[in-house]
């Protein structure tokens, strides 16, 4: 099992042969394993890795990463991957882009774009009703939301509401290339989120 944390820089494009392939750019500096869970204990296994630093860290967090028994930095981004066993992982280990390889597949995960309170037009797609031919202005309306029995709207129903800023997964991402001077790992396609957006790269076993 192999992951690291990096920032979205934005999307590139790679030619190999004849082929032009559209990538998205990934810096991902030097990660350190800041806990090790275990069935045992926690209910499941899971390996917490940091990366950046903060100016100021409270000293909850201070205790949570002086845990990893080195004088890391203050991190300020965590991540918390989810492991077959933990066998293979210490505290304070050092983690960056040399684990991976080109050509290795592996999955993408980060917050989309906050869109704020949307309509159901632009969250769920609906067409909407006609503009013309004598139709009320209302055209972006969701319609009919309920029914005469039994009186309530049901769950689940597709409705206006917060849109954007939740955790989207990409799978199946190639890695055409890897710059591990400057710590860059270009992939495949597109990446949820704008620019300098967080994104946690796992390997697909």
């Known amino acids: 099992m192999k992951f690291i944390i990096g920032k979205k820089v934005g999307m590139s494009r790679v030619f190999k042969g004849d082929k032009m392939i559209p990538v998205t750019l990934v810096m991902a500096d030097k990660c350190y394993v800041a806990q090790i869970k275990t069935a045992e204990k926690d ?55 040399s684990i991976f390889s080109e050509g290795e597949i592996v999955k993408a995960s980060g917050l989309s774009k906050g869109k704020g309170f949307t309509g159901v037009v632009k969250r769920h797609g609906f067409s909407g009703a006609p503009a013309t031919h004598g139709h009320r202005h209302d055209e972006r309306a969701p319609g009919s939301i309920g029914a005469a029995f039994p009186e309530h709207v049901f769950k689940g129903i597709k409705m206006a509401g917060r849109h954007g800023n939740s955790k989207v997964t990409v799978k199946n991402l190639e890695i055409v290339e890897l710059d591990k001077d400057r710590n860059i790992i270009a992939l495949k396609g597109s990446l949820p989120g704008a620019r300098n957006n967080l994104i946690g790269i796992t390997s697909i076993s």
Do not use: C, M, S
């Not at 205790?63 to 492991?83: P, S, T, W």
């Open 43 to 97: 209910g499941y296994n899971a390996v917490q890795i940091g990366t950046g630093r903060k100016r100021k860290i409270t000293k909850p967090e201070r205790g949570h990463i002086d845990k990893a028994g080195k004088n890391l930095e203050n991190l300020k981004n965590i991540f918390e991957f989810r492991v077959d066993k933990t066998d293979d992982f210490k505290l304070g280990q050092e983690i960056d882009v």
